[in-house]
């Protein structure tokens, strides 16, 4: 089986747990306004890869990736289950840690043949960075060109699985820098038992340059990256909403 990957990255620090091999499927549905790598979109873009020849790069520097692992990024790397899972089942067969980082954007809780293929992908992932853009559902399809339904519903899902998720959001200004969005997110956060870390992320503007290279026009152009106080401030909001419903849940 072969895969279309984007590019690898041999050295990844902020994806997982670790030092990460991190590989970019190529693939997204997702329209992200803030998003930094474009041209990770068209399904058909990037280059074919098969399981061994991303596991004899990873073999290269194993000693190196001794505390981390593979982290499985995009696009959305749930476009290329099939691949995915082969490649997650011969990684476990040497005891490598496996990660994806994704969106859940394409969970279909009422489609029998994507669960069983995910929940076989599932018995192989030993965790799941999930990205969640906007609690608000209007606001998360005017950000990202889809509701947050199915990433909702992915987030139940896994929490009825038991599989631990590290929760990640990215705080802009304008966007999802807002106290009630925010306090949202956390209650949702903390309504998850299955949650071990939560990041959140100031949004930064690395977005821009890779839109002129494509000759594309950034959607969010003359907004500021987030500030270290606003960050901070985000942070607060946020850790609030988790602590009220973990505290009402005691």
Same mark, same amino acid.
């Not at 490598?96 to 069983?116: A, P, Y």
């Not at 631990?164 to 949702?188: A, Q, S």
């Not at 500021?224 to 602590?243: C, M, T």
């Given at each position: 089986?072969?895969?279309?990957?984007?590019?690898?990255?041999?050295?990844?620090?902020?994806?997982?747990?670790?030092?990460?091999?991190?590989?970019?499927?190529?693939?997204?549905?997702?329209?992200?306004?803030?998003?930094?790598?474009?041209?990770?979109?068209?399904?058909?873009?990037?280059?074919?890869?098969?399981?061994?020849?991303?596991?004899?790069?990873?073999?290269?520097?194993?000693?190196?990736?001794?505390?981390?692992?593979?982290?499985?990024?995009?696009?959305?790397?749930?476009?290329?289950?099939?691949?995915?899972?082969?490649?997650?089942?011969?990684?476990?067969?040497?005891?490598?840690?496996?990660? =994806? !980082?994704?969106?859940?954007?394409?969970?279909?809780?009422?489609?029998? +043949? %994507?669960? @069983? &293929?995910?929940? #076989?992908?599932?018995?192989?992932?030993?965790?799941?960075?999930?990205?969640?853009?906007?609690?608000?559902?209007?606001?998360?399809?005017?950000?990202?060109?889809?509701?947050?339904?199915?990433?909702?519903?992915?987030?139940?899902?896994?929490?009825?699985?038991? =599989? !631990?998720?590290?929760?990640?959001?990215?705080?802009?200004?304008?966007? +999802? %820098?807002? @106290? &009630?969005?925010? #306090?949202?997110?956390?209650?949702?956060?903390?309504?998850?038992?299955?949650?071990?870390?939560?990041?959140?992320?100031?949004?930064?503007?690395?977005?821009?340059?890779?839109?002129?290279?494509?000759?594309?026009?950034?959607?969010?152009?003359?907004?500021?990256?987030?500030?270290?106080?606003?960050?901070?401030?985000?942070?607060?909001?946020?850790?609030?909403?988790?602590?009220?419903? #973990?505290?009402?849940?005691?």
């Amino acid at each position: 089986m072969k895969g279309r990957v984007h590019s690898i990255e041999s050295c990844g620090t902020v994806d997982g747990p670790g030092v990460r091999f991190v590989v970019f499927l190529q693939g997204c549905p997702m329209r992200c306004l803030y998003c930094h790598n474009p041209d990770t979109w068209n399904t058909d873009g990037g280059h074919e890869m098969t399981v061994s020849e991303i596991l004899e790069q990873f073999e290269h520097k194993r000693s190196f990736y001794e505390n981390g692992g593979i982290t499985v990024t995009g696009g959305e790397p749930l476009l290329q289950i099939d691949f995915l899972t082969e490649l997650f089942t011969e990684a476990k067969k040497t005891a490598i840690h496996t990660c =994806i !980082d994704s969106s859940g954007i394409v969970f279909n809780q009422n489609n029998s +043949t %994507f669960l @069983e &293929k995910l929940d #076989r992908l599932l018995e192989v992932t030993d965790l799941i960075l999930l990205d969640i853009k906007h609690i608000n559902k209007e606001e998360h399809e005017k950000l990202t060109s889809h509701s947050n339904d199915n990433i909702i519903a992915f987030a139940r899902y896994l929490e009825q699985k038991n =599989i !631990d998720i590290w929760i990640r959001h990215v705080v802009v200004p304008t966007i +999802t %820098f807002n @106290e &009630k969005y925010l #306090r949202e997110t956390g209650r949702f956060i903390g309504s998850l038992s299955n949650v071990r870390t939560v990041e959140v992320l100031p949004y930064h503007t690395m977005g821009v340059k890779k839109y002129e290279s494509i000759d594309k026009e950034y959607p969010l152009k003359g907004i500021e990256a987030l500030g270290k106080e606003d960050l901070a401030q985000a942070k607060i909001w946020l850790s609030e909403g988790i602590n009220e419903v #973990r505290k009402n849940n005691t």
